[in-house]
Every structure is written in structure tokens, then in C-alpha cells.
């Protein structure tokens, strides 16, 4: 890799610890509705250096996700969070994917419509990929007392639920702000 490269992964890398680490910027609470823009830089990062960059800022999402669990959780959710199977890995898996759903989307020339379905489609997959990770390392808490097969039945309602309420929400802003964010690299 280039200085270049290195230097504005090292900016993605940086501005995803600071909307994690300093409260209320990288999580915006709306009500009872809590978005999140923590994953913005690892779809950027994906998209300028694909999977390889992905990787490397979607590691750092899953390290300071863990961090500030560790260290100011205020909910049981929260809570989930200190274990790295819930912080880091589904975190570091979306950033490969993004970076692979570049590689997939790499021919396609209309780079507006490049740009936000891949955002969007990513913050679905993150959303998918947490919500998933969480449900396997805190069915206890979800579903205390509930077989497998039944625990994967209350699932369902419970992630088609937070897709439309936050899931939705989040992949239209990211696809959005990736879109503005990649016009602006590009010129």
C-alpha cells in the first residue's frame, strides 16, 4: 500500500474511535430510537481500498465497540458488548463484506447509485451481523428458558421488528452521507 492509502486509512481508522469513544456523536439517540454512524467510515474504507481496508477500519469499529462497552456500558444490551464475539466479530465480518460487495459492485458505472446501495445494503448486512452475533452470546437475556428452536422462532419478530424501526433508518442516512462522502474523495 501506498503513504497515501495508508495515511487515509489511518483518518477512517481515527475518525471511527472518535465517534465511538466521545459520546452522543457517533450514536445519535432520537427518542426511544437510537441510530448509529459508527459504521460510515468502515463502508468508506471499503469502498476506496475494498476488502482490505474494510478489514482494517471494520477491526477498529469492533475494538473501540468493545472499549467503550467495557467501560461505560449503561444497559444489560450494552453489556453484551464487552464480549469481542458481540463487539469485534461481526464488525471485522462487515468490513470484509463491504469490501467484498465493492469487488461485486466494481463494474457498475453510475457511482451515486454505486455508492448507495452499497451503503445501504452493507448497514443492513452490519445490522444483521450484530443483531445475530447478540441473539447467539445473549439468548439468555433475550429468551431466558426457551429451547433452540423456539429461541429462533422469537428471533424473527425481534429482527424484522429492529430492521424497520432502526436498520432502515440507519441504511438510508449511510447511504446518503456515503454518497455525499465519496463525491467529495472523488473530485
Known amino acids: ?107 457498475l458505472k453510475n457511482l451515486v447509485l454505486k455508492h448507495g446501495v452499497l451503503a445501504f445494503v452493507s448497514t443492513l448486512i452490519h445490522s444483521l451481523f450484530v443483531y445475530t452475533f447478540l441473539y447467539f452470546n445473549g439468548k439468555e437475556l433475550f429468551f431466558p428458558n426457551v429451547d433452540v428452536g423456539g429461541a429462533v422462532a422469537n428471533y424473527v419478530p425481534f429482527v424484522i421488528g429492529a430492521f424497520t424501526v432502526n436498520s432502515l433508518i440507519e441504511a438510508s442516512v449511510a447511504g446518503i452521507i456515503c454518497v455525499v462522502i465519496m463525491k467529495a474523495i472523488k473530485r
Open 1 to 107: 500500500m501506498k503513504v497515501k492509502d495508508l495515511t487515509q486509512i489511518a483518518m477512517l481508522m481515527a475518525i471511527t474511535i472518535i465517534l465511538g469513544i466521545v459520546p452522543n456523536i457517533g450514536i445519535i439517540q432520537i427518542g426511544p430510537v437510537s441510530l448509529t454512524i459508527l459504521h460510515i467510515p468502515v463502508i468508506i474504507a471499503a469502498m476506496l481500498f475494498k476488502v482490505k481496508g474494510g478489514a482494517i477500519v471494520g477491526l477498529t469499529f469492533g475494538l473501540t465497540s468493545w472499549f467503550v462497552a467495557s467501560t461505560r456500558a449503561v444497559t444489560p444490551i450494552d453489556l453484551l458488548f464487552v464480549n469481542p464475539l458481540v463487539s469485534v466479530a461481526p464488525r471485522l465480518l462487515f468490513g470484509i463484506v463491504a469490501g467484498v460487495l465493492v469487488v461485486m459492485f466494481d463494474n
